[in-house]
């Protein structure tokens, strides 16, 4: 598992997306040796709020980034293999960090996600689960770039999808009551300044006392990214039960909750809270 640190970066216009260029790169030949021809992901998803809902949730099963050059049928490179549930609604002004892996480097042109289980809750409390929701193609999503997403060998590149959820709920039409998820989410291709971000149930890998940082895993594959989160005195630490901490109580392989911002053009995450889960 790989953690890059920041040195330089640089904006990729014609994309959704952000390259940054990594320090852990070694400028000299025997730092190339044997180094395989791969980049870093970081994938974000974010919703809009939609009228008369509270929670909406949705169990991510997988995300697959294909090749501009691959068939229907290829298996691509994938970018999360761990199911991840979470509440859209609850990403009205943040984005969740559903994956940070190592893809090989090249082109893309398509992002195929498997969605399942959705659960609606309306602001009345009554809840549609199972019968009551229809899932279009099983959850099967495919979205197009919009122009290709390149992942450059040693950057990584952050990719954040917009769930346009008001238009992709729908009540059955023959009055049934029945709910149609047929889910509309597109590259969002506005990223500008700061973004709000929560990073959910991710691990502790190293504490920097010196430089105030955590860093963090997604994911337990081996191909899997850690990310460097920055803490400062407006960071709140607490219990799962809301007593504060001080950084220095923290744990190597501590399950985590992160709320903060990430610079999209620096790619600098600030935590202003991070909560310990409960065991």
């Known amino acids: 598992m790989r953690t890059y640190q920041r040195k330089s970066w640089s904006v990729v216009a014609a994309l959704c997306s952000i390259a940054i260029v990594a320090t852990g790169c070694n400028d000299d030949d025997s730092g190339n040796q044997g180094t395989s021809q791969q980049g870093s992901m970081i994938l974000m998803m ?101 122009g290709d997403v390149f992942i450059v060998e040693d950057e990584v590149t952050i990719v954040s999808l917009d769930v346009d959820l008001d238009n992709s709920l729908q009540i059955n039409q023959t009055g049934n009551g029945r709910y149609i998820l047929r889910p509309q989410i597109f590259v969002d291709n506005d990223m500008s300044g700061e973004e709000g971000i929560i990073i959910d149930g991710a691990t502790i890998t190293s504490i920097d006392l010196n430089a105030d940082e955590l860093t963090l895993s997604t994911s337990e594959i081996d191909s899997g990214v850690d990310i460097v989160v920055e803490t400062n005195n407006n960071t709140e630490i607490q219990t799962a039960g809301g007593l504060p901490l001080a950084l220095t109580a923290l744990l190597i392989g501590t399950n985590v909750d992160v709320v903060g911002t990430i610079d999209v053009e620096t790619g600098v995450v600030t935590a202003t809270s991070v909560q310990v889960e409960l065991f």
């Open 46 to 146: 974010h919703d809009a709020p939609v009228d008369d809902f509270r929670e909406v949730w949705v169990t991510v099963e997988s995300v697959t980034m294909l090749s501009a050059d691959a068939d229907s049928s290829a298996a691509g490179e994938v970018v999360l293999d761990e199911a991840v549930r979470m509440d859209l609604l609850a990403l009205d002004s943040l984005a969740q960090i559903v994956a940070a892996v190592d893809v090989e480097a090249g082109s893309y042109s398509k992002i195929r996600l498997q969605i399942s289980n959705p659960e609606f809750i309306r602001d009345d409390d009554s809840v549609f689960t199972g019968d009551d929701v229809h899932l279009v193609a099983n959850g099967h999503v495919d979205l197009n770039t919009q």
